[in-house]
């Protein structure tokens, strides 16, 4: 249920503060997803239900990416933080270091 986690009564949330909190639990249930898949896909000794496995993975990380697209496209702090970190070179630490001189 999306209102699950929710730490203020809903009534009190704006609309996109609801939609953000659906977005993110969705990412945050895509990206368990993957992890169960890639786990069960290393346990596994059948190669025909790993391929099954590994695909299922990958489609779980195509929706958790869907789900951060929409965060980015929505959400002017994700989108900054995104155009900081993602598909950068280098030290991703240091990337934050030298953003907060």
Same mark, same amino acid.
């Given at each position: ?23 993110i639990?969705s990412? &945050? *249930? ?9 786990? !069960?896909?290393?346990d596994?000794? @059948?190669?025909?239900? #790993? =391929? ?8 779980? &990380? *195509? ?9 980015? !496209?929505?959400?002017?702090?994700? @989108?900054?933080?995104? #155009? =900081? ?17």
């Amino acid at each position: 249920m999306s209102s699950e986690g929710l730490h203020a009564p809903r009534e009190r949330l704006r609309d996109e503060t609801i939609a953000q909190h659906q977005a993110i639990q969705s990412v &945050i *249930e895509e990206l368990e997803a993957v992890d169960w898949y890639r786990q !069960r896909a290393d346990d596994c000794d @059948d190669p025909a239900l #790993k =391929a099954i496995l590994l695909h299922n993975m990958r489609e779980e &990380i *195509e929706h958790a990416t869907m789900g951060l697209e929409w965060l980015r !496209r929505t959400s002017s702090d994700f @989108d900054k933080e995104f #155009k =900081a970190y993602l598909f950068s070179d280098g030290d991703i630490a240091k990337i934050e270091e030298d953003a907060t001189r």
